[in-house]
């Protein structure tokens, strides 16, 4: 049980692009999801942090306008990166929490490279 | 605000021995989570094992243990009879309990493990 998806798990996308990266609790409803960003051979860094149905709370520095997150479901959130550059590339991961738990489970991870 | 400190790096064992990685915290809480996640090579992070700051009993998983020290603000993993899918990096991290915000998870910096053959 408590399996997190990502999907895709690598995109490679052109400069001035967008892409949108899922992340989805395949066997428990996630209140809330969180949204990672992991530099090589680095810890993970908190990008923000999204509830079911609400407005997502994006860490100091993070830009909201450029990583646009929606959380429509107990099921699924998406990261958007807009008008992606090339220091955008990186490693992004979620992870969800049920309402019930004080446990996060992460996701995969997906590659991004811009190029 | 809470922090995270692991100072080692990286570390390096041969298979089969006990190895310990450290890791110290900064918190003005009473009650909190403490946990180690793994992060092998695919970069899935896994949990390894977990403690709440109110128990006073080490968690123990398996070949996995902690040394949770409070008032020093220390938690400790111990990994017994290395093996080499133990290769990975872990990463130390503080999470506060329901009622004190968003719970979001504080990792330390990490520490890369290499079990050799």
């Known amino acids: 049980g408590a399996v997190v998806s990502q999907h895709p798990s690598r995109v490679i996308c052109k400069s001035g692009t967008s892409v949108k990266i899922e992340c989805r609790s395949l066997d428990f409803q996630a209140t809330t999801m969180f949204w990672y960003r992991q530099f090589p051979k680095q810890s993970l860094m908190l990008m923000a942090t999204s509830n079911e149905g609400s407005k997502a709370t994006y860490e100091q520095g993070v830009e909201k306008d450029k990583f646009l997150i929606n959380h429509a479901s107990l099921t699924l959130s998406t990261l958007t990166v807009t008008s992606a550059h090339p220091e955008d590339s990186s490693f992004y991961i979620c992870?969800?929490?049920?309402?019930?738990?004080?446990?996060?489970?992460f996701g995969p991870g997906t590659r991004l490279t811009v190029t | 605000a809470q922090t995270v400190t692991q100072s080692q790096p990286e570390m390096s064992v041969q298979e089969a021995e006990t190895v310990t990685l450290s890791c110290t915290y900064d918190?003005?809480?009473?009650?909190?989570?403490l946990f180690w996640y793994k992060q092998p090579p695919s970069r899935q992070m896994i949990l390894v094992i977990r403690q709440e700051a109110y128990k006073q009993q080490n968690a123990t998983e398996n070949r996995f243990s902690v040394n949770f020290q409070k008032a020093a603000k220390s938690f400790s993993l111990k990994i017994s009879d290395s093996q080499l899918g133990d290769t990975a990096m872990y990463f130390c991290?503080?999470?506060?309990?329901?009622?004190?915000?968003?719970?979001?998870?504080?990792f330390g910096q990490g520490t890369r493990l290499t079990i050799n053959p």
């Open positions: 918190t003005s809480e009473n009650n909190y989570y």
């Open positions: 991290a503080f999470m506060k309990p329901r009622g004190g915000g968003a719970q979001k998870l504080v």
């Open positions: 992870s969800a929490r049920g309402l019930a738990s004080s446990e996060q489970y």
